[in-house]
């Protein structure tokens, strides 16, 4: 299954669910804004969100800082 | 008001923008009969300080309750070395000055927060958000709501800058609706902590300068709708789009938030973090 992942391909072995995708990342899912092919994602669906192939994803981090 | 006309001297510094037709003799005037504050002169602050300045834009307010460390050199233009331990906007004012002395420069050393937001923020036409932590990203975004503000949206991290433009009070979005929630005290790491690539800021925060500049002028396309991320390390631009969620608590059907809060409380954490420093002789092993 192909996915591009903040404007990388990415091939992942099959269907996953938004959420467990980016944990397996090491990503805090309280700590993003996910976009799934143009459309921000409410972190409540990210459980019941399935990835498949082709879906473009954008993974932003949240940025407190502009370095003081 | 009678216009004044543009003085000899005028006519001289900006005669690259007098003659660009997107700006031009109405366009300058309008820029001198702006203001903007810029909610910190750090970073992202000093460029666009610099920037705002040199285009001509009547009055910036500044607000920093800092003072100047050596280890704002490395990317904080607007100081130099015989700044070291003077306030960030005396020496932010003087730069400024050096730059275009048709510039005002309001000077608010304080710390923005839930008492004095509204009215620091009353008298300005456009809000540039170059601030370090997240209990102030929440305030200025929803001061700038309650005040029917535009806001330009600036942070950087390591090797990555986001940038983008809130007009909330129009219908926009606004930082909660891509944020609704902070994240947990700890789960992302400030810049003090994580680094930060000197010349980033350079481009998020002369982009922020820019945005603002057209906003104000009225031309082209504005960020206002969309996140540009860009990443340095592998010099790569992206956007996401932004849409207001109809559920977000500030801008959405249904508000719950109508006045400004505890945002220290709200992230759970204090705004005026000690920044975690490693001692030299750590930091010149790594």
């Keep these: 299954m192909n996915l591009r992942v903040n404007g990388k391909d990415v091939e992942l072995p099959g269907p996953i669910s938004l959420l467990d995708y980016i944990t397996g990342l090491g990503v805090d899912p309280r700590a993003v804004a996910v976009e799934l092919n143009g459309e921000i994602v409410a972190r409540e669906s990210y459980t019941e969100l399935t990835l498949s192939e082709g879906d473009r994803l954008e993974i932003v981090r949240m940025v407190g800082g502009g370095c003081r | ?286």
């Design chain 2, 1 to 286: 008001m009678p216009l004044a006309p543009f003085t000899p001297d005028q006519v001289q510094r900006y005669a690259r923008h007098l003659i660009l037709p997107e700006v031009g003799g109405a366009g300058q005037r309008k820029l001198l009969n702006t203001s903007v504050l810029l909610l910190g002169a750090g970073g992202l602050g000093s460029p666009a300080a610099l920037y705002l300045a040199a285009a001509g834009v009547g009055r910036l307010g500044i607000v920093d309750f800092d003072d100047v460390d050596a280890s704002n050199l490395q990317r904080q233009i607007l100081h130099g070395v015989a700044d070291l331990g003077r306030p960030k906007v005396d020496s932010a004012e003087e730069a400024i000055r050096a730059i275009n002395p048709d510039v005002e420069v309001v000077k608010h050393s304080l710390h923005l927060n839930s008492e004095n937001a509204l009215d620091v923020f009353r008298p300005y036409d456009v809000i540039v958000d170059g601030t370090d932590n997240f209990p102030t990203r929440y305030l200025s975004n929803d001061a700038a709501f309650f005040r029917a503000k535009p806001l330009v949206h600036g942070a950087i991290f390591r090797f990555e800058g986001q940038m983008t433009m809130f007009e909330a009070a129009k219908g926009t979005g606004c930082y909660r609706c891509l944020f609704p929630t902070p994240p947990p005290p700890g789960a992302v790491a400030s810049c003090a902590e994580a680094g930060v690539f000197g010349v980033l800021p350079g481009i998020i925060g002369s982009m922020m300068a820019f945005e603002t500049i057209k906003l104000v002028l009225g031309i082209g396309e504005t960020l206002v709708g969309r996140l540009l991320i860009f990443e340095g390390y592998d010099m790569s631009f992206r956007r996401v789009n932004l849409r207001r969620d109809p559920r977000c608590p500030l801008c959405g059907d249904e508000p719950s938030v109508k006045g400004l809060i505890d945002y220290e409380n709200f992230c759970g954490v204090t705004a005026a973090e000690p920044s975690v420093s490693l001692a030299p002789a750590e930091l010149a092993a790594r």
